[in-house]
């Protein structure tokens, strides 16, 4: 009898611990989408600000306007092709792990490590972001190129907690889990969002 309840205590922890990670898990995944979302309100509302102030003062705004439009129409463009990838599969089967293992990593990935057409797509769209990211800091404030660098430069190299060097893919790509591949395109995108509001901040600033 004793035994009998020893197991059934146990698997009722286990249940419960089950129960509890699903849910830190969902919170987690609710906390950043509404990050995201937030965010990108926050740039379109800041965009129609900056318009309304730039068809004032043309002249002052000209310049200012042409980079803006370009980095809003990268930062979209990868944004929009973030949000694709996502698309592939409901992301409830992801959070439950009702989908087949491996389904992400194999969107990015090729079996040998380099990355695949959609996975290459992905790197030409962040490179195309870095490029105008730089052109777009003509003033070269170092809160504009440390973010920069630090999170749209697929060229530099980055080491694991063993000192193994990675690309910025396998970095970035880390945890190769549908949920951990999930989850790091999403940062990606609040990355994105991040960095077209510090560009506002900036420009708004002069």
Same mark, same amino acid.
């Given at each position: 009898?004793?035994?009998?309840?020893?197991?059934?205590?146990?698997?009722? &922890? %286990?249940?419960?611990?089950?129960?509890?990670?699903?849910?830190?898990?969902?919170?987690?995944?609710?906390?950043?989408?509404?990050?995201?979302?937030? =965010?990108?309100?926050?740039?379109?509302?800041?965009?129609?600000?900056?318009?309304?102030?730039?068809?004032?003062?043309?002249?002052? %705004?000209?310049?200012?306007?042409?980079?803006?439009?370009?980095?809003?129409?990268?930062?979209? =463009?990868?944004?929009?092709?973030?949000?694709?990838?996502?698309?592939?599969?409901?992301?409830?089967?992801?959070?439950?792990?009702?989908?087949?293992?491996? %389904?992400?990593?194999?969107?990015?990935?090729?079996?040998?490590?380099?990355?695949?057409?959609?996975?290459?797509?992905?790197?030409?769209?962040?490179?195309?972001?870095?490029? &105008?990211?730089?052109?777009? =800091?003509?003033?070269?404030?170092?809160?504009?190129? =440390?973010?920069?660098?630090?999170?749209?430069?697929?060229?530099?190299?980055?080491?694991?907690?063993?000192?193994?060097?990675?690309?910025?893919?396998?970095?970035?790509?880390?945890?190769?889990?549908?949920?951990?591949?999930?989850?790091?395109?999403?940062?990606?995108?609040?990355?994105?969002?991040?960095?077209?509001?510090?560009?506002?901040?900036?420009?708004?600033?002069?």
């Amino acid at each position: 009898m004793k035994k009998k309840f020893f197991f059934i205590s146990l698997f009722l &922890c %286990f249940v419960y611990s089950y129960a509890q990670h699903k849910s830190y898990t969902y919170t987690a995944h609710i906390s950043l989408e509404q990050a995201i979302y937030i =965010n990108s309100e926050i740039v379109e509302g800041r965009t129609l600000f900056f318009e309304k102030q730039a068809a004032k003062k043309p002249l002052m %705004f000209q310049k200012t306007k042409v980079r803006l439009g370009e980095l809003n129409r990268i930062a979209n =463009n990868l944004s929009k092709f973030i949000v694709s990838v996502q698309k592939e599969v409901n992301k409830e089967r992801v959070l439950f792990e009702l989908l087949e293992q491996g %389904f992400y990593r194999d969107l990015i990935f090729k079996p040998n490590g380099k990355l695949t057409k959609k996975g290459g797509d992905l790197k030409v769209k962040i490179d195309s972001l870095y490029d &105008c990211a730089l052109g777009v =800091n003509v003033h070269k404030l170092s809160q504009l190129d =440390n973010f920069t660098y630090k999170h749209f430069k697929t060229d530099t190299d980055y080491y694991d907690y063993d000192e193994n060097k990675l690309d910025y893919f396998h970095y970035t790509f880390y945890d190769k889990s549908n949920y951990g591949m999930m989850m790091a395109m999403n940062y990606l995108l609040l990355d994105v969002k991040l960095f077209q509001l510090l560009y506002y901040g900036t420009i708004m600033s002069y």
